[in-house]
């Protein structure tokens, strides 16, 4: 069997620096040296397609900070959230129809929202996902997307503890003094 990864894509890539993500955001591991897999989440405002789109956040975290963060949730929360995801989202079907259809194209596996199906040329706002090592995307459950109003959904579940937990997060991280806040001061980047 091919193995299923491809260079990752621009849409994948740091907007910030053009350049791939080459650090996890919370331990600051490097992420080029291709020892450790990794997630890379964006919030985009898509403006019709992925061509042209905002970004409102983005960052790459390595798997073993990803695997911590879950601890931050609450049981009350990971119980709803778990709920949600198995009666709205089937990453198995998702993975298999595009496989089938649209193998190693990136942009056609987060064309639509994995949950409410709608395309991106619908959506005002929605996150993507991928996990990749070293410079390449690795095809598995990622990559997919979510559309804004379905994350509007799943954060209703959250209980307030967990929101404070994540808010905390976003403070320290995405807030803090980084490379995000330099993005969020330059505001709004459009690609096309
Ligand atoms: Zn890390």
Known sequence: MTSRIVDIPKIFRCD?????????????????????PYIIEKALKPYGSYD?????????MCMNCAESMKTMMSKDSMAKL????????????????????????????IENCIVSGKAVSEVSECQIYAACVGDQ??????????AGSVL??????????????????????????SEFQDLLQSGPKVFI
């Open 16 to 36: 910030f620096t053009g350049a791939y993500f080459d650090k996890c955001i919370k331990c600051e591991s490097d992420l080029m040296r291709g020892d450790r």
């Open 52 to 60: 042209s789109y905002s970004t409102l956040f983005e960052y790459a």
């Open 82 to 109: 778990m709920e949600f995801f198995a009666q709205n989202m089937d990453l198995n079907k998702h993975r298999h129809q595009m496989n089938e259809a649209y193998p190693l194209q990136a942009y056609k596996w």
């Open 137 to 146: 995307l690795v095809f598995s459950e990622f990559p997919y997307m979510v």
């Open 152 to 177: 509007d959904q799943m954060v209703e579940l959250l209980s307030a503890e967990t929101k404070d937990e994540l808010d905390g997060f976003k403070d320290e991280y995405v807030d803090g003094p």
